[in-house]
């Protein structure tokens, strides 16, 4: 029995303000990456290319498992973030690694709404996977509500710490960005002073 899960969240968050729009900061498409996931399970590939260990999961009591998931995560001039999986790859039980494929996709982009800056995205996560053996006389329907629920979850906690990590931040970086800013006109001045 094959099974296909389907899960997708959607975000709108308040940007803080800050001297530094965060748009700049958005274009450093690995500060997303750093805020969305756990950096003892993050490894860079390149500028674009990271490896995500996520965390182990446990599906139905049974079936104990950890994806680990390529991502590509780029931005453009505008501060838009896309993020979209590469490869998976499922340690911890061969015979669903070999059927399993994970298809995640997910844009973030600022927005001005009534002068303010809002931060707006969706996540689409899909999983599909040959059912084990073990799973065959399990209700079809409750395989997938299963599923769907995990992969529903995965991306909450994911949405989670863009809420905290990201805007967290977001904010220190402005703050560095701006007594950066501050200490080199204050060089540049002095060294122009007659």
Not at 42 to 66: G, V
Not at 114 to 134: R, S
Request: glycine letters at 4%; proline letters at 5%; hydrophobic letters at 40%.
């Amino acid at each position: 029995m094959y099974a296909r899960f389907n899960a997708t969240e959607l975000v709108k968050i308040l940007a803080p303000e800050a001297k530094v729009p965060i748009q700049h900061y958005l274009r450093q498409p690995h500060r997303l990456v750093n805020a969305i996931a756990n950096p003892q399970l993050m490894t860079r590939h390149s500028e674009n290319l990271y490896q995500l260990k996520m965390r182990p999961i446990n599906f139905m009591e049974i079936y104990h498992f950890q994806p680990t998931v390529q991502l590509k995560v780029k931005s453009d001039a505008k501060g838009t973030v896309y993020l979209r999986s590469e490869d998976c790859h499922i340690e911890g039980i061969d015979y669903i690694n070999r059927r399993f494929s994970l298809k995640l996709k997910g844009i973030l982009y600022p927005q001005i709404i009534e002068g303010k800056t809002h931060l707006q995205g969706q996540a689409d996560l899909e999983v599909g996977v040959d059912v084990p053996t073990a799973l065959m006389f399990t209700p079809k329907a409750l395989v997938e509500m299963t599923g769907n629920g995990l992969l529903k979850s995965i991306l909450g906690r994911i949405k989670q710490r863009l809420v905290t990590q990201l805007l967290k931040d977001y904010q220190e970086w402005a703050a560095t960005e701006v007594n950066s800013q501050e200490i080199l006109q204050s060089q540049l001045s002095t060294d122009f002073s007659f």
